[in-house]
């Protein structure tokens, strides 16, 4: 007698579906998932199209109740804001995935593709795929609407230096724009001869500009702030605040004279000095020595001291005789020596006076650029009514005849082969004149001549003028290829050619 056994594996049972009757594994509902879905559609309740508010000003989308943030497309803080728009929808089902289906960035659409589940009919539990189209809906935020106004501001942040020369504000001009901190201004408006003017809507903003600025340029600044309205019942006040600050009234390429104790702790250098560079301090060299020192702002004020000349006074001298000093005598005590200068005596005669045979002998910081028959310029101080307290008192010997600057080029051959461009600052010149060209043109030149200021500023290729070869017969500095970057157009597209602008 044999026995029978029994097998091991067993299969589970199946059913019909009571609506179809097609074969199905058993289920709470005991009905197939087609025909459960056309029974019961979990996404009821939940809007397929919803609307988003967006600035095309400031780029930015509208947060319920009164926020608006800044989004990139596809990126997670979008996705949260479009889940956000449907939150008491979705607190009736389980959120099991949700992602962005790419669209056309200026179709003004956002299409968001949703998996939900639910229990329904005995506990089964129905999963759900579908996608909410999100359109968005231009709207003008506040603080853009205020802005267009042009009459709304909370805070100013007024810039001035009380110097004859543009230089210090071209400088600053082209920091503003390098680290972006212009973006958050209502409007700027230029006062002729004298600054700029920062309006903001809030007064951190403008405490950002002025610490900038403290860090840029040495000045100082004194803050006051103006009661506009108040309620006395729940304790609110509305001021207006004004940060005036004041920048040291010296420039590149003037000629100062220090106090005898500024001087001597500053390594016991001549009074009678050139402004060589202005960053976030004033560097100043010395014609006699090469000795070179940096003054802060905070040292500027205790012992001001002001400039003997303006640019305006520069006459041009052709050099008649230049040699190098080699040995040169310091005292004890002396300070920081040039390195990138050479000490040089040389003899130079006005190019207004080639009739005479008056010449002037002086030293200068510009041994290494000047030869025999070149043109220089510089200041004619024994010829010049100085109005200097330190001078006067200063001995007559120790005041030099001429004071070179820098070395004179012909500037139509350097701005015609000039292929380089800055960018400017959009401002309000109201009434105002068109700015200096001269100025301008010798912010320019400095540039050219100054490798330290130009690390510090973004400098654009232009392309409009052909690229020539670094040669040049002159001599004149030049600003290469590898300093430049390339101007970026956003409504050029990959190829070159005119792209769709976003989101307009």
Known sequence: MEYMTESTDRSPGHILCCECGVLISPNPANICVACLRSKVDISQGIPKQVSISFCKQCQRYFQPPGTWIQCALESRELLALCLKKLKAPLAKVRLVDAGFI???PHSKRLKVKLTIQKEVMNGAI???????????????C???????????????????????????FYYLEQLILKYGMHQNTLRVKEIHEDGLDFYYSSKQHAQKMVEFLQCTVPCRYKASQRLISQDIHSNMYNYKSTFSVEIVPICKDNVVCLSPKLAQSLGNMNQICVCIRVTNAIHLIDPNTLQVADIDGSTFWSHPFNSLCHLKQLEEFLVMECSIVRNVKRSAGAGMISKKHILGEVWVQKTSEMNTDKQYFCRTHLGHLLNPGDLVLGFDLANCNLNDEHVNKMNSDRVPDVVLIKKSYDRIKRQRRRNWK???????????????????????????????????????????????GDADDEGAPRISLAEMLEDLHISQDATGEEGASMMT
């Open 102 to 104: 790419w669209t056309e």
């Open 126 to 140: 129905l999963q759900q795929v579908f996608m909410v189209d999100y359109v968005i809906q231009s709207q003008m």
């Open 422 to 468: 800055l960018k400017e600052l959009a401002r309000d010149r109201g009434n105002m004149d068109t700015k200096d060209e001269r100025q301008y043109e010798d912010f320019l030149e400095d540039l050219e001549e100054d490798e330290a200021i130009r690390k510090n500023i973004n400098i654009y290729r232009d392309s409009t003028i052909p690229v020539e």
């Open 142 to 168: 506040g603080d853009c609407h205020r802005v267009e106004a042009k009459d709304f501001w909370k805070a100013v942040v007024q810039v001035r230096q009380k110097t004859l020369h543009k230089k210090t």
